[in-house]
């Protein structure tokens, strides 16, 4: 059955117009609420209903939605119970955000709701967040493209409760040594290691990222050989990223986008 898309609002509509019935996935991003973007923040405001991940949005991304809105942690909840509300209230004209952390794109389970939401020919728009590799990222004020260096970033995570595919695995992926970002991992930490050192040097940078964004955020930048070491001091068990890279220690080559030697459409060659 083809989609039923919901068309984003224009840029240029006044904020008080009201939503339309539709079910609205947005990211909240990692954890700080300035970091939503606008029409996460519009959408937050405006809706009847929110529906959102408690045990992984902060209660301060709350705090800017609209005070009237009915408001549903699903920490304890299941599909099959979360799906029928959306489509209840929808069907009754209402505005429903179901909010996901980070970028809904990323290990969200969005895929069988909006499954489940087109068969109901209930309207779905999308609206993407700031995924916690980015935020890292920022706090370690890192570049994870490095001219010469490092020119690909890998998102994944290793085989648990969820089963990776076999042509995914983790030494497979490690093979490549490029940026890897390390999600849902922390209670396999020893085991990653393990693979990632089977192509990363031992040296390699590892910033461990727990709950990015959040007031009790923790980073720390370690060799690949402490990765697991550490993880198990601080009792890292969830909410934690690993950003794996040489780039976290590169000297940066410069690229050569701003280089007076390179030319492109919008700039001439120099010269001489």
Same mark, same amino acid.
């Given at each position: 059955m083809p989609r039923k898309l919901l068309q984003s609002a224009n840029p240029m509509t006044p904020k008080t117009a009201p939503l339309a019935p539709a079910v609205y996935i947005v990211g909240a991003g990692p954890?700080?609420?300035s970091l939503l973007t606008l029409r996460a923040q519009t959408l937050l405001q405006q809706a009847d209903v929110i529906l959102y991940a408690n045990s992984l949005v902060p209660p301060a991304v709350l705090e800017m939605a609209n005070p009237k809105a009915?408001?549903?942690g699903t920490a304890n909840m299941t599909? !099959?119970? %979360?799906?029928? #509300?959306?489509?209840?209230?929808?069907?009754?004209?209402?505005s429903v955000v179901r909010l996901h952390s980070g970028d809904p794109s990323l290990y969200?389970?969005?895929? !069988?709701? %909006?499954?489940? #939401?087109?068969?109901?020919a209930i309207p779905v728009e999308v609206v993407p967040g700031i995924s916690a590799f980015q935020a890292a990222a920022a706090r370690l004020q890192a570049e994870?493209? %490095?001219?010469e260096l490092v020119q690909t970033i890998i998102l994944t995570r290793i085989s648990g409760r969820t089963q990776v595919p076999p042509t995914e695995e983790l030494a497979s992926l490690a093979?490549?040594?490029a940026s890897l970002c390390l999600y849902l991992s922390a209670r396999h930490a020893a085991e990653a290691q393990a693979e990632l050192l089977k192509h990363y040097p031992s040296d390699t940078p590892v910033a461990i990222c727990f709950r990015v964004g959040w007031p009790d955020e923790k980073i720390r930048l370690v060799p690949l050989s402490q990765m697991a070491a550490v993880t198990e001091?601080?009792?890292?068990?969830?909410?934690?990223?690993?950003?794996?890279?040489?780039?976290?220690?590169a000297d940066p080559a410069r690229s050569r986008l701003y280089s007076p030697s390179h030319d492109h459409l919008f700039r001439p060659p120099v010269s001489t």
């Open positions: 954890g700080d609420p009915e408001k549903v599909l !099959e119970t %979360i799906l029928p #509300l959306m489509t209840e209230r929808v069907q009754a004209g209402q969200s389970a969005i895929h !069988e709701q %909006i499954q489940a #939401l087109t068969a109901a994870l493209t %490095i001219p093979a490549h040594q001091q601080e009792d890292l068990i969830r909410t934690t990223l690993y950003l794996v890279s040489p780039a976290l220690m």
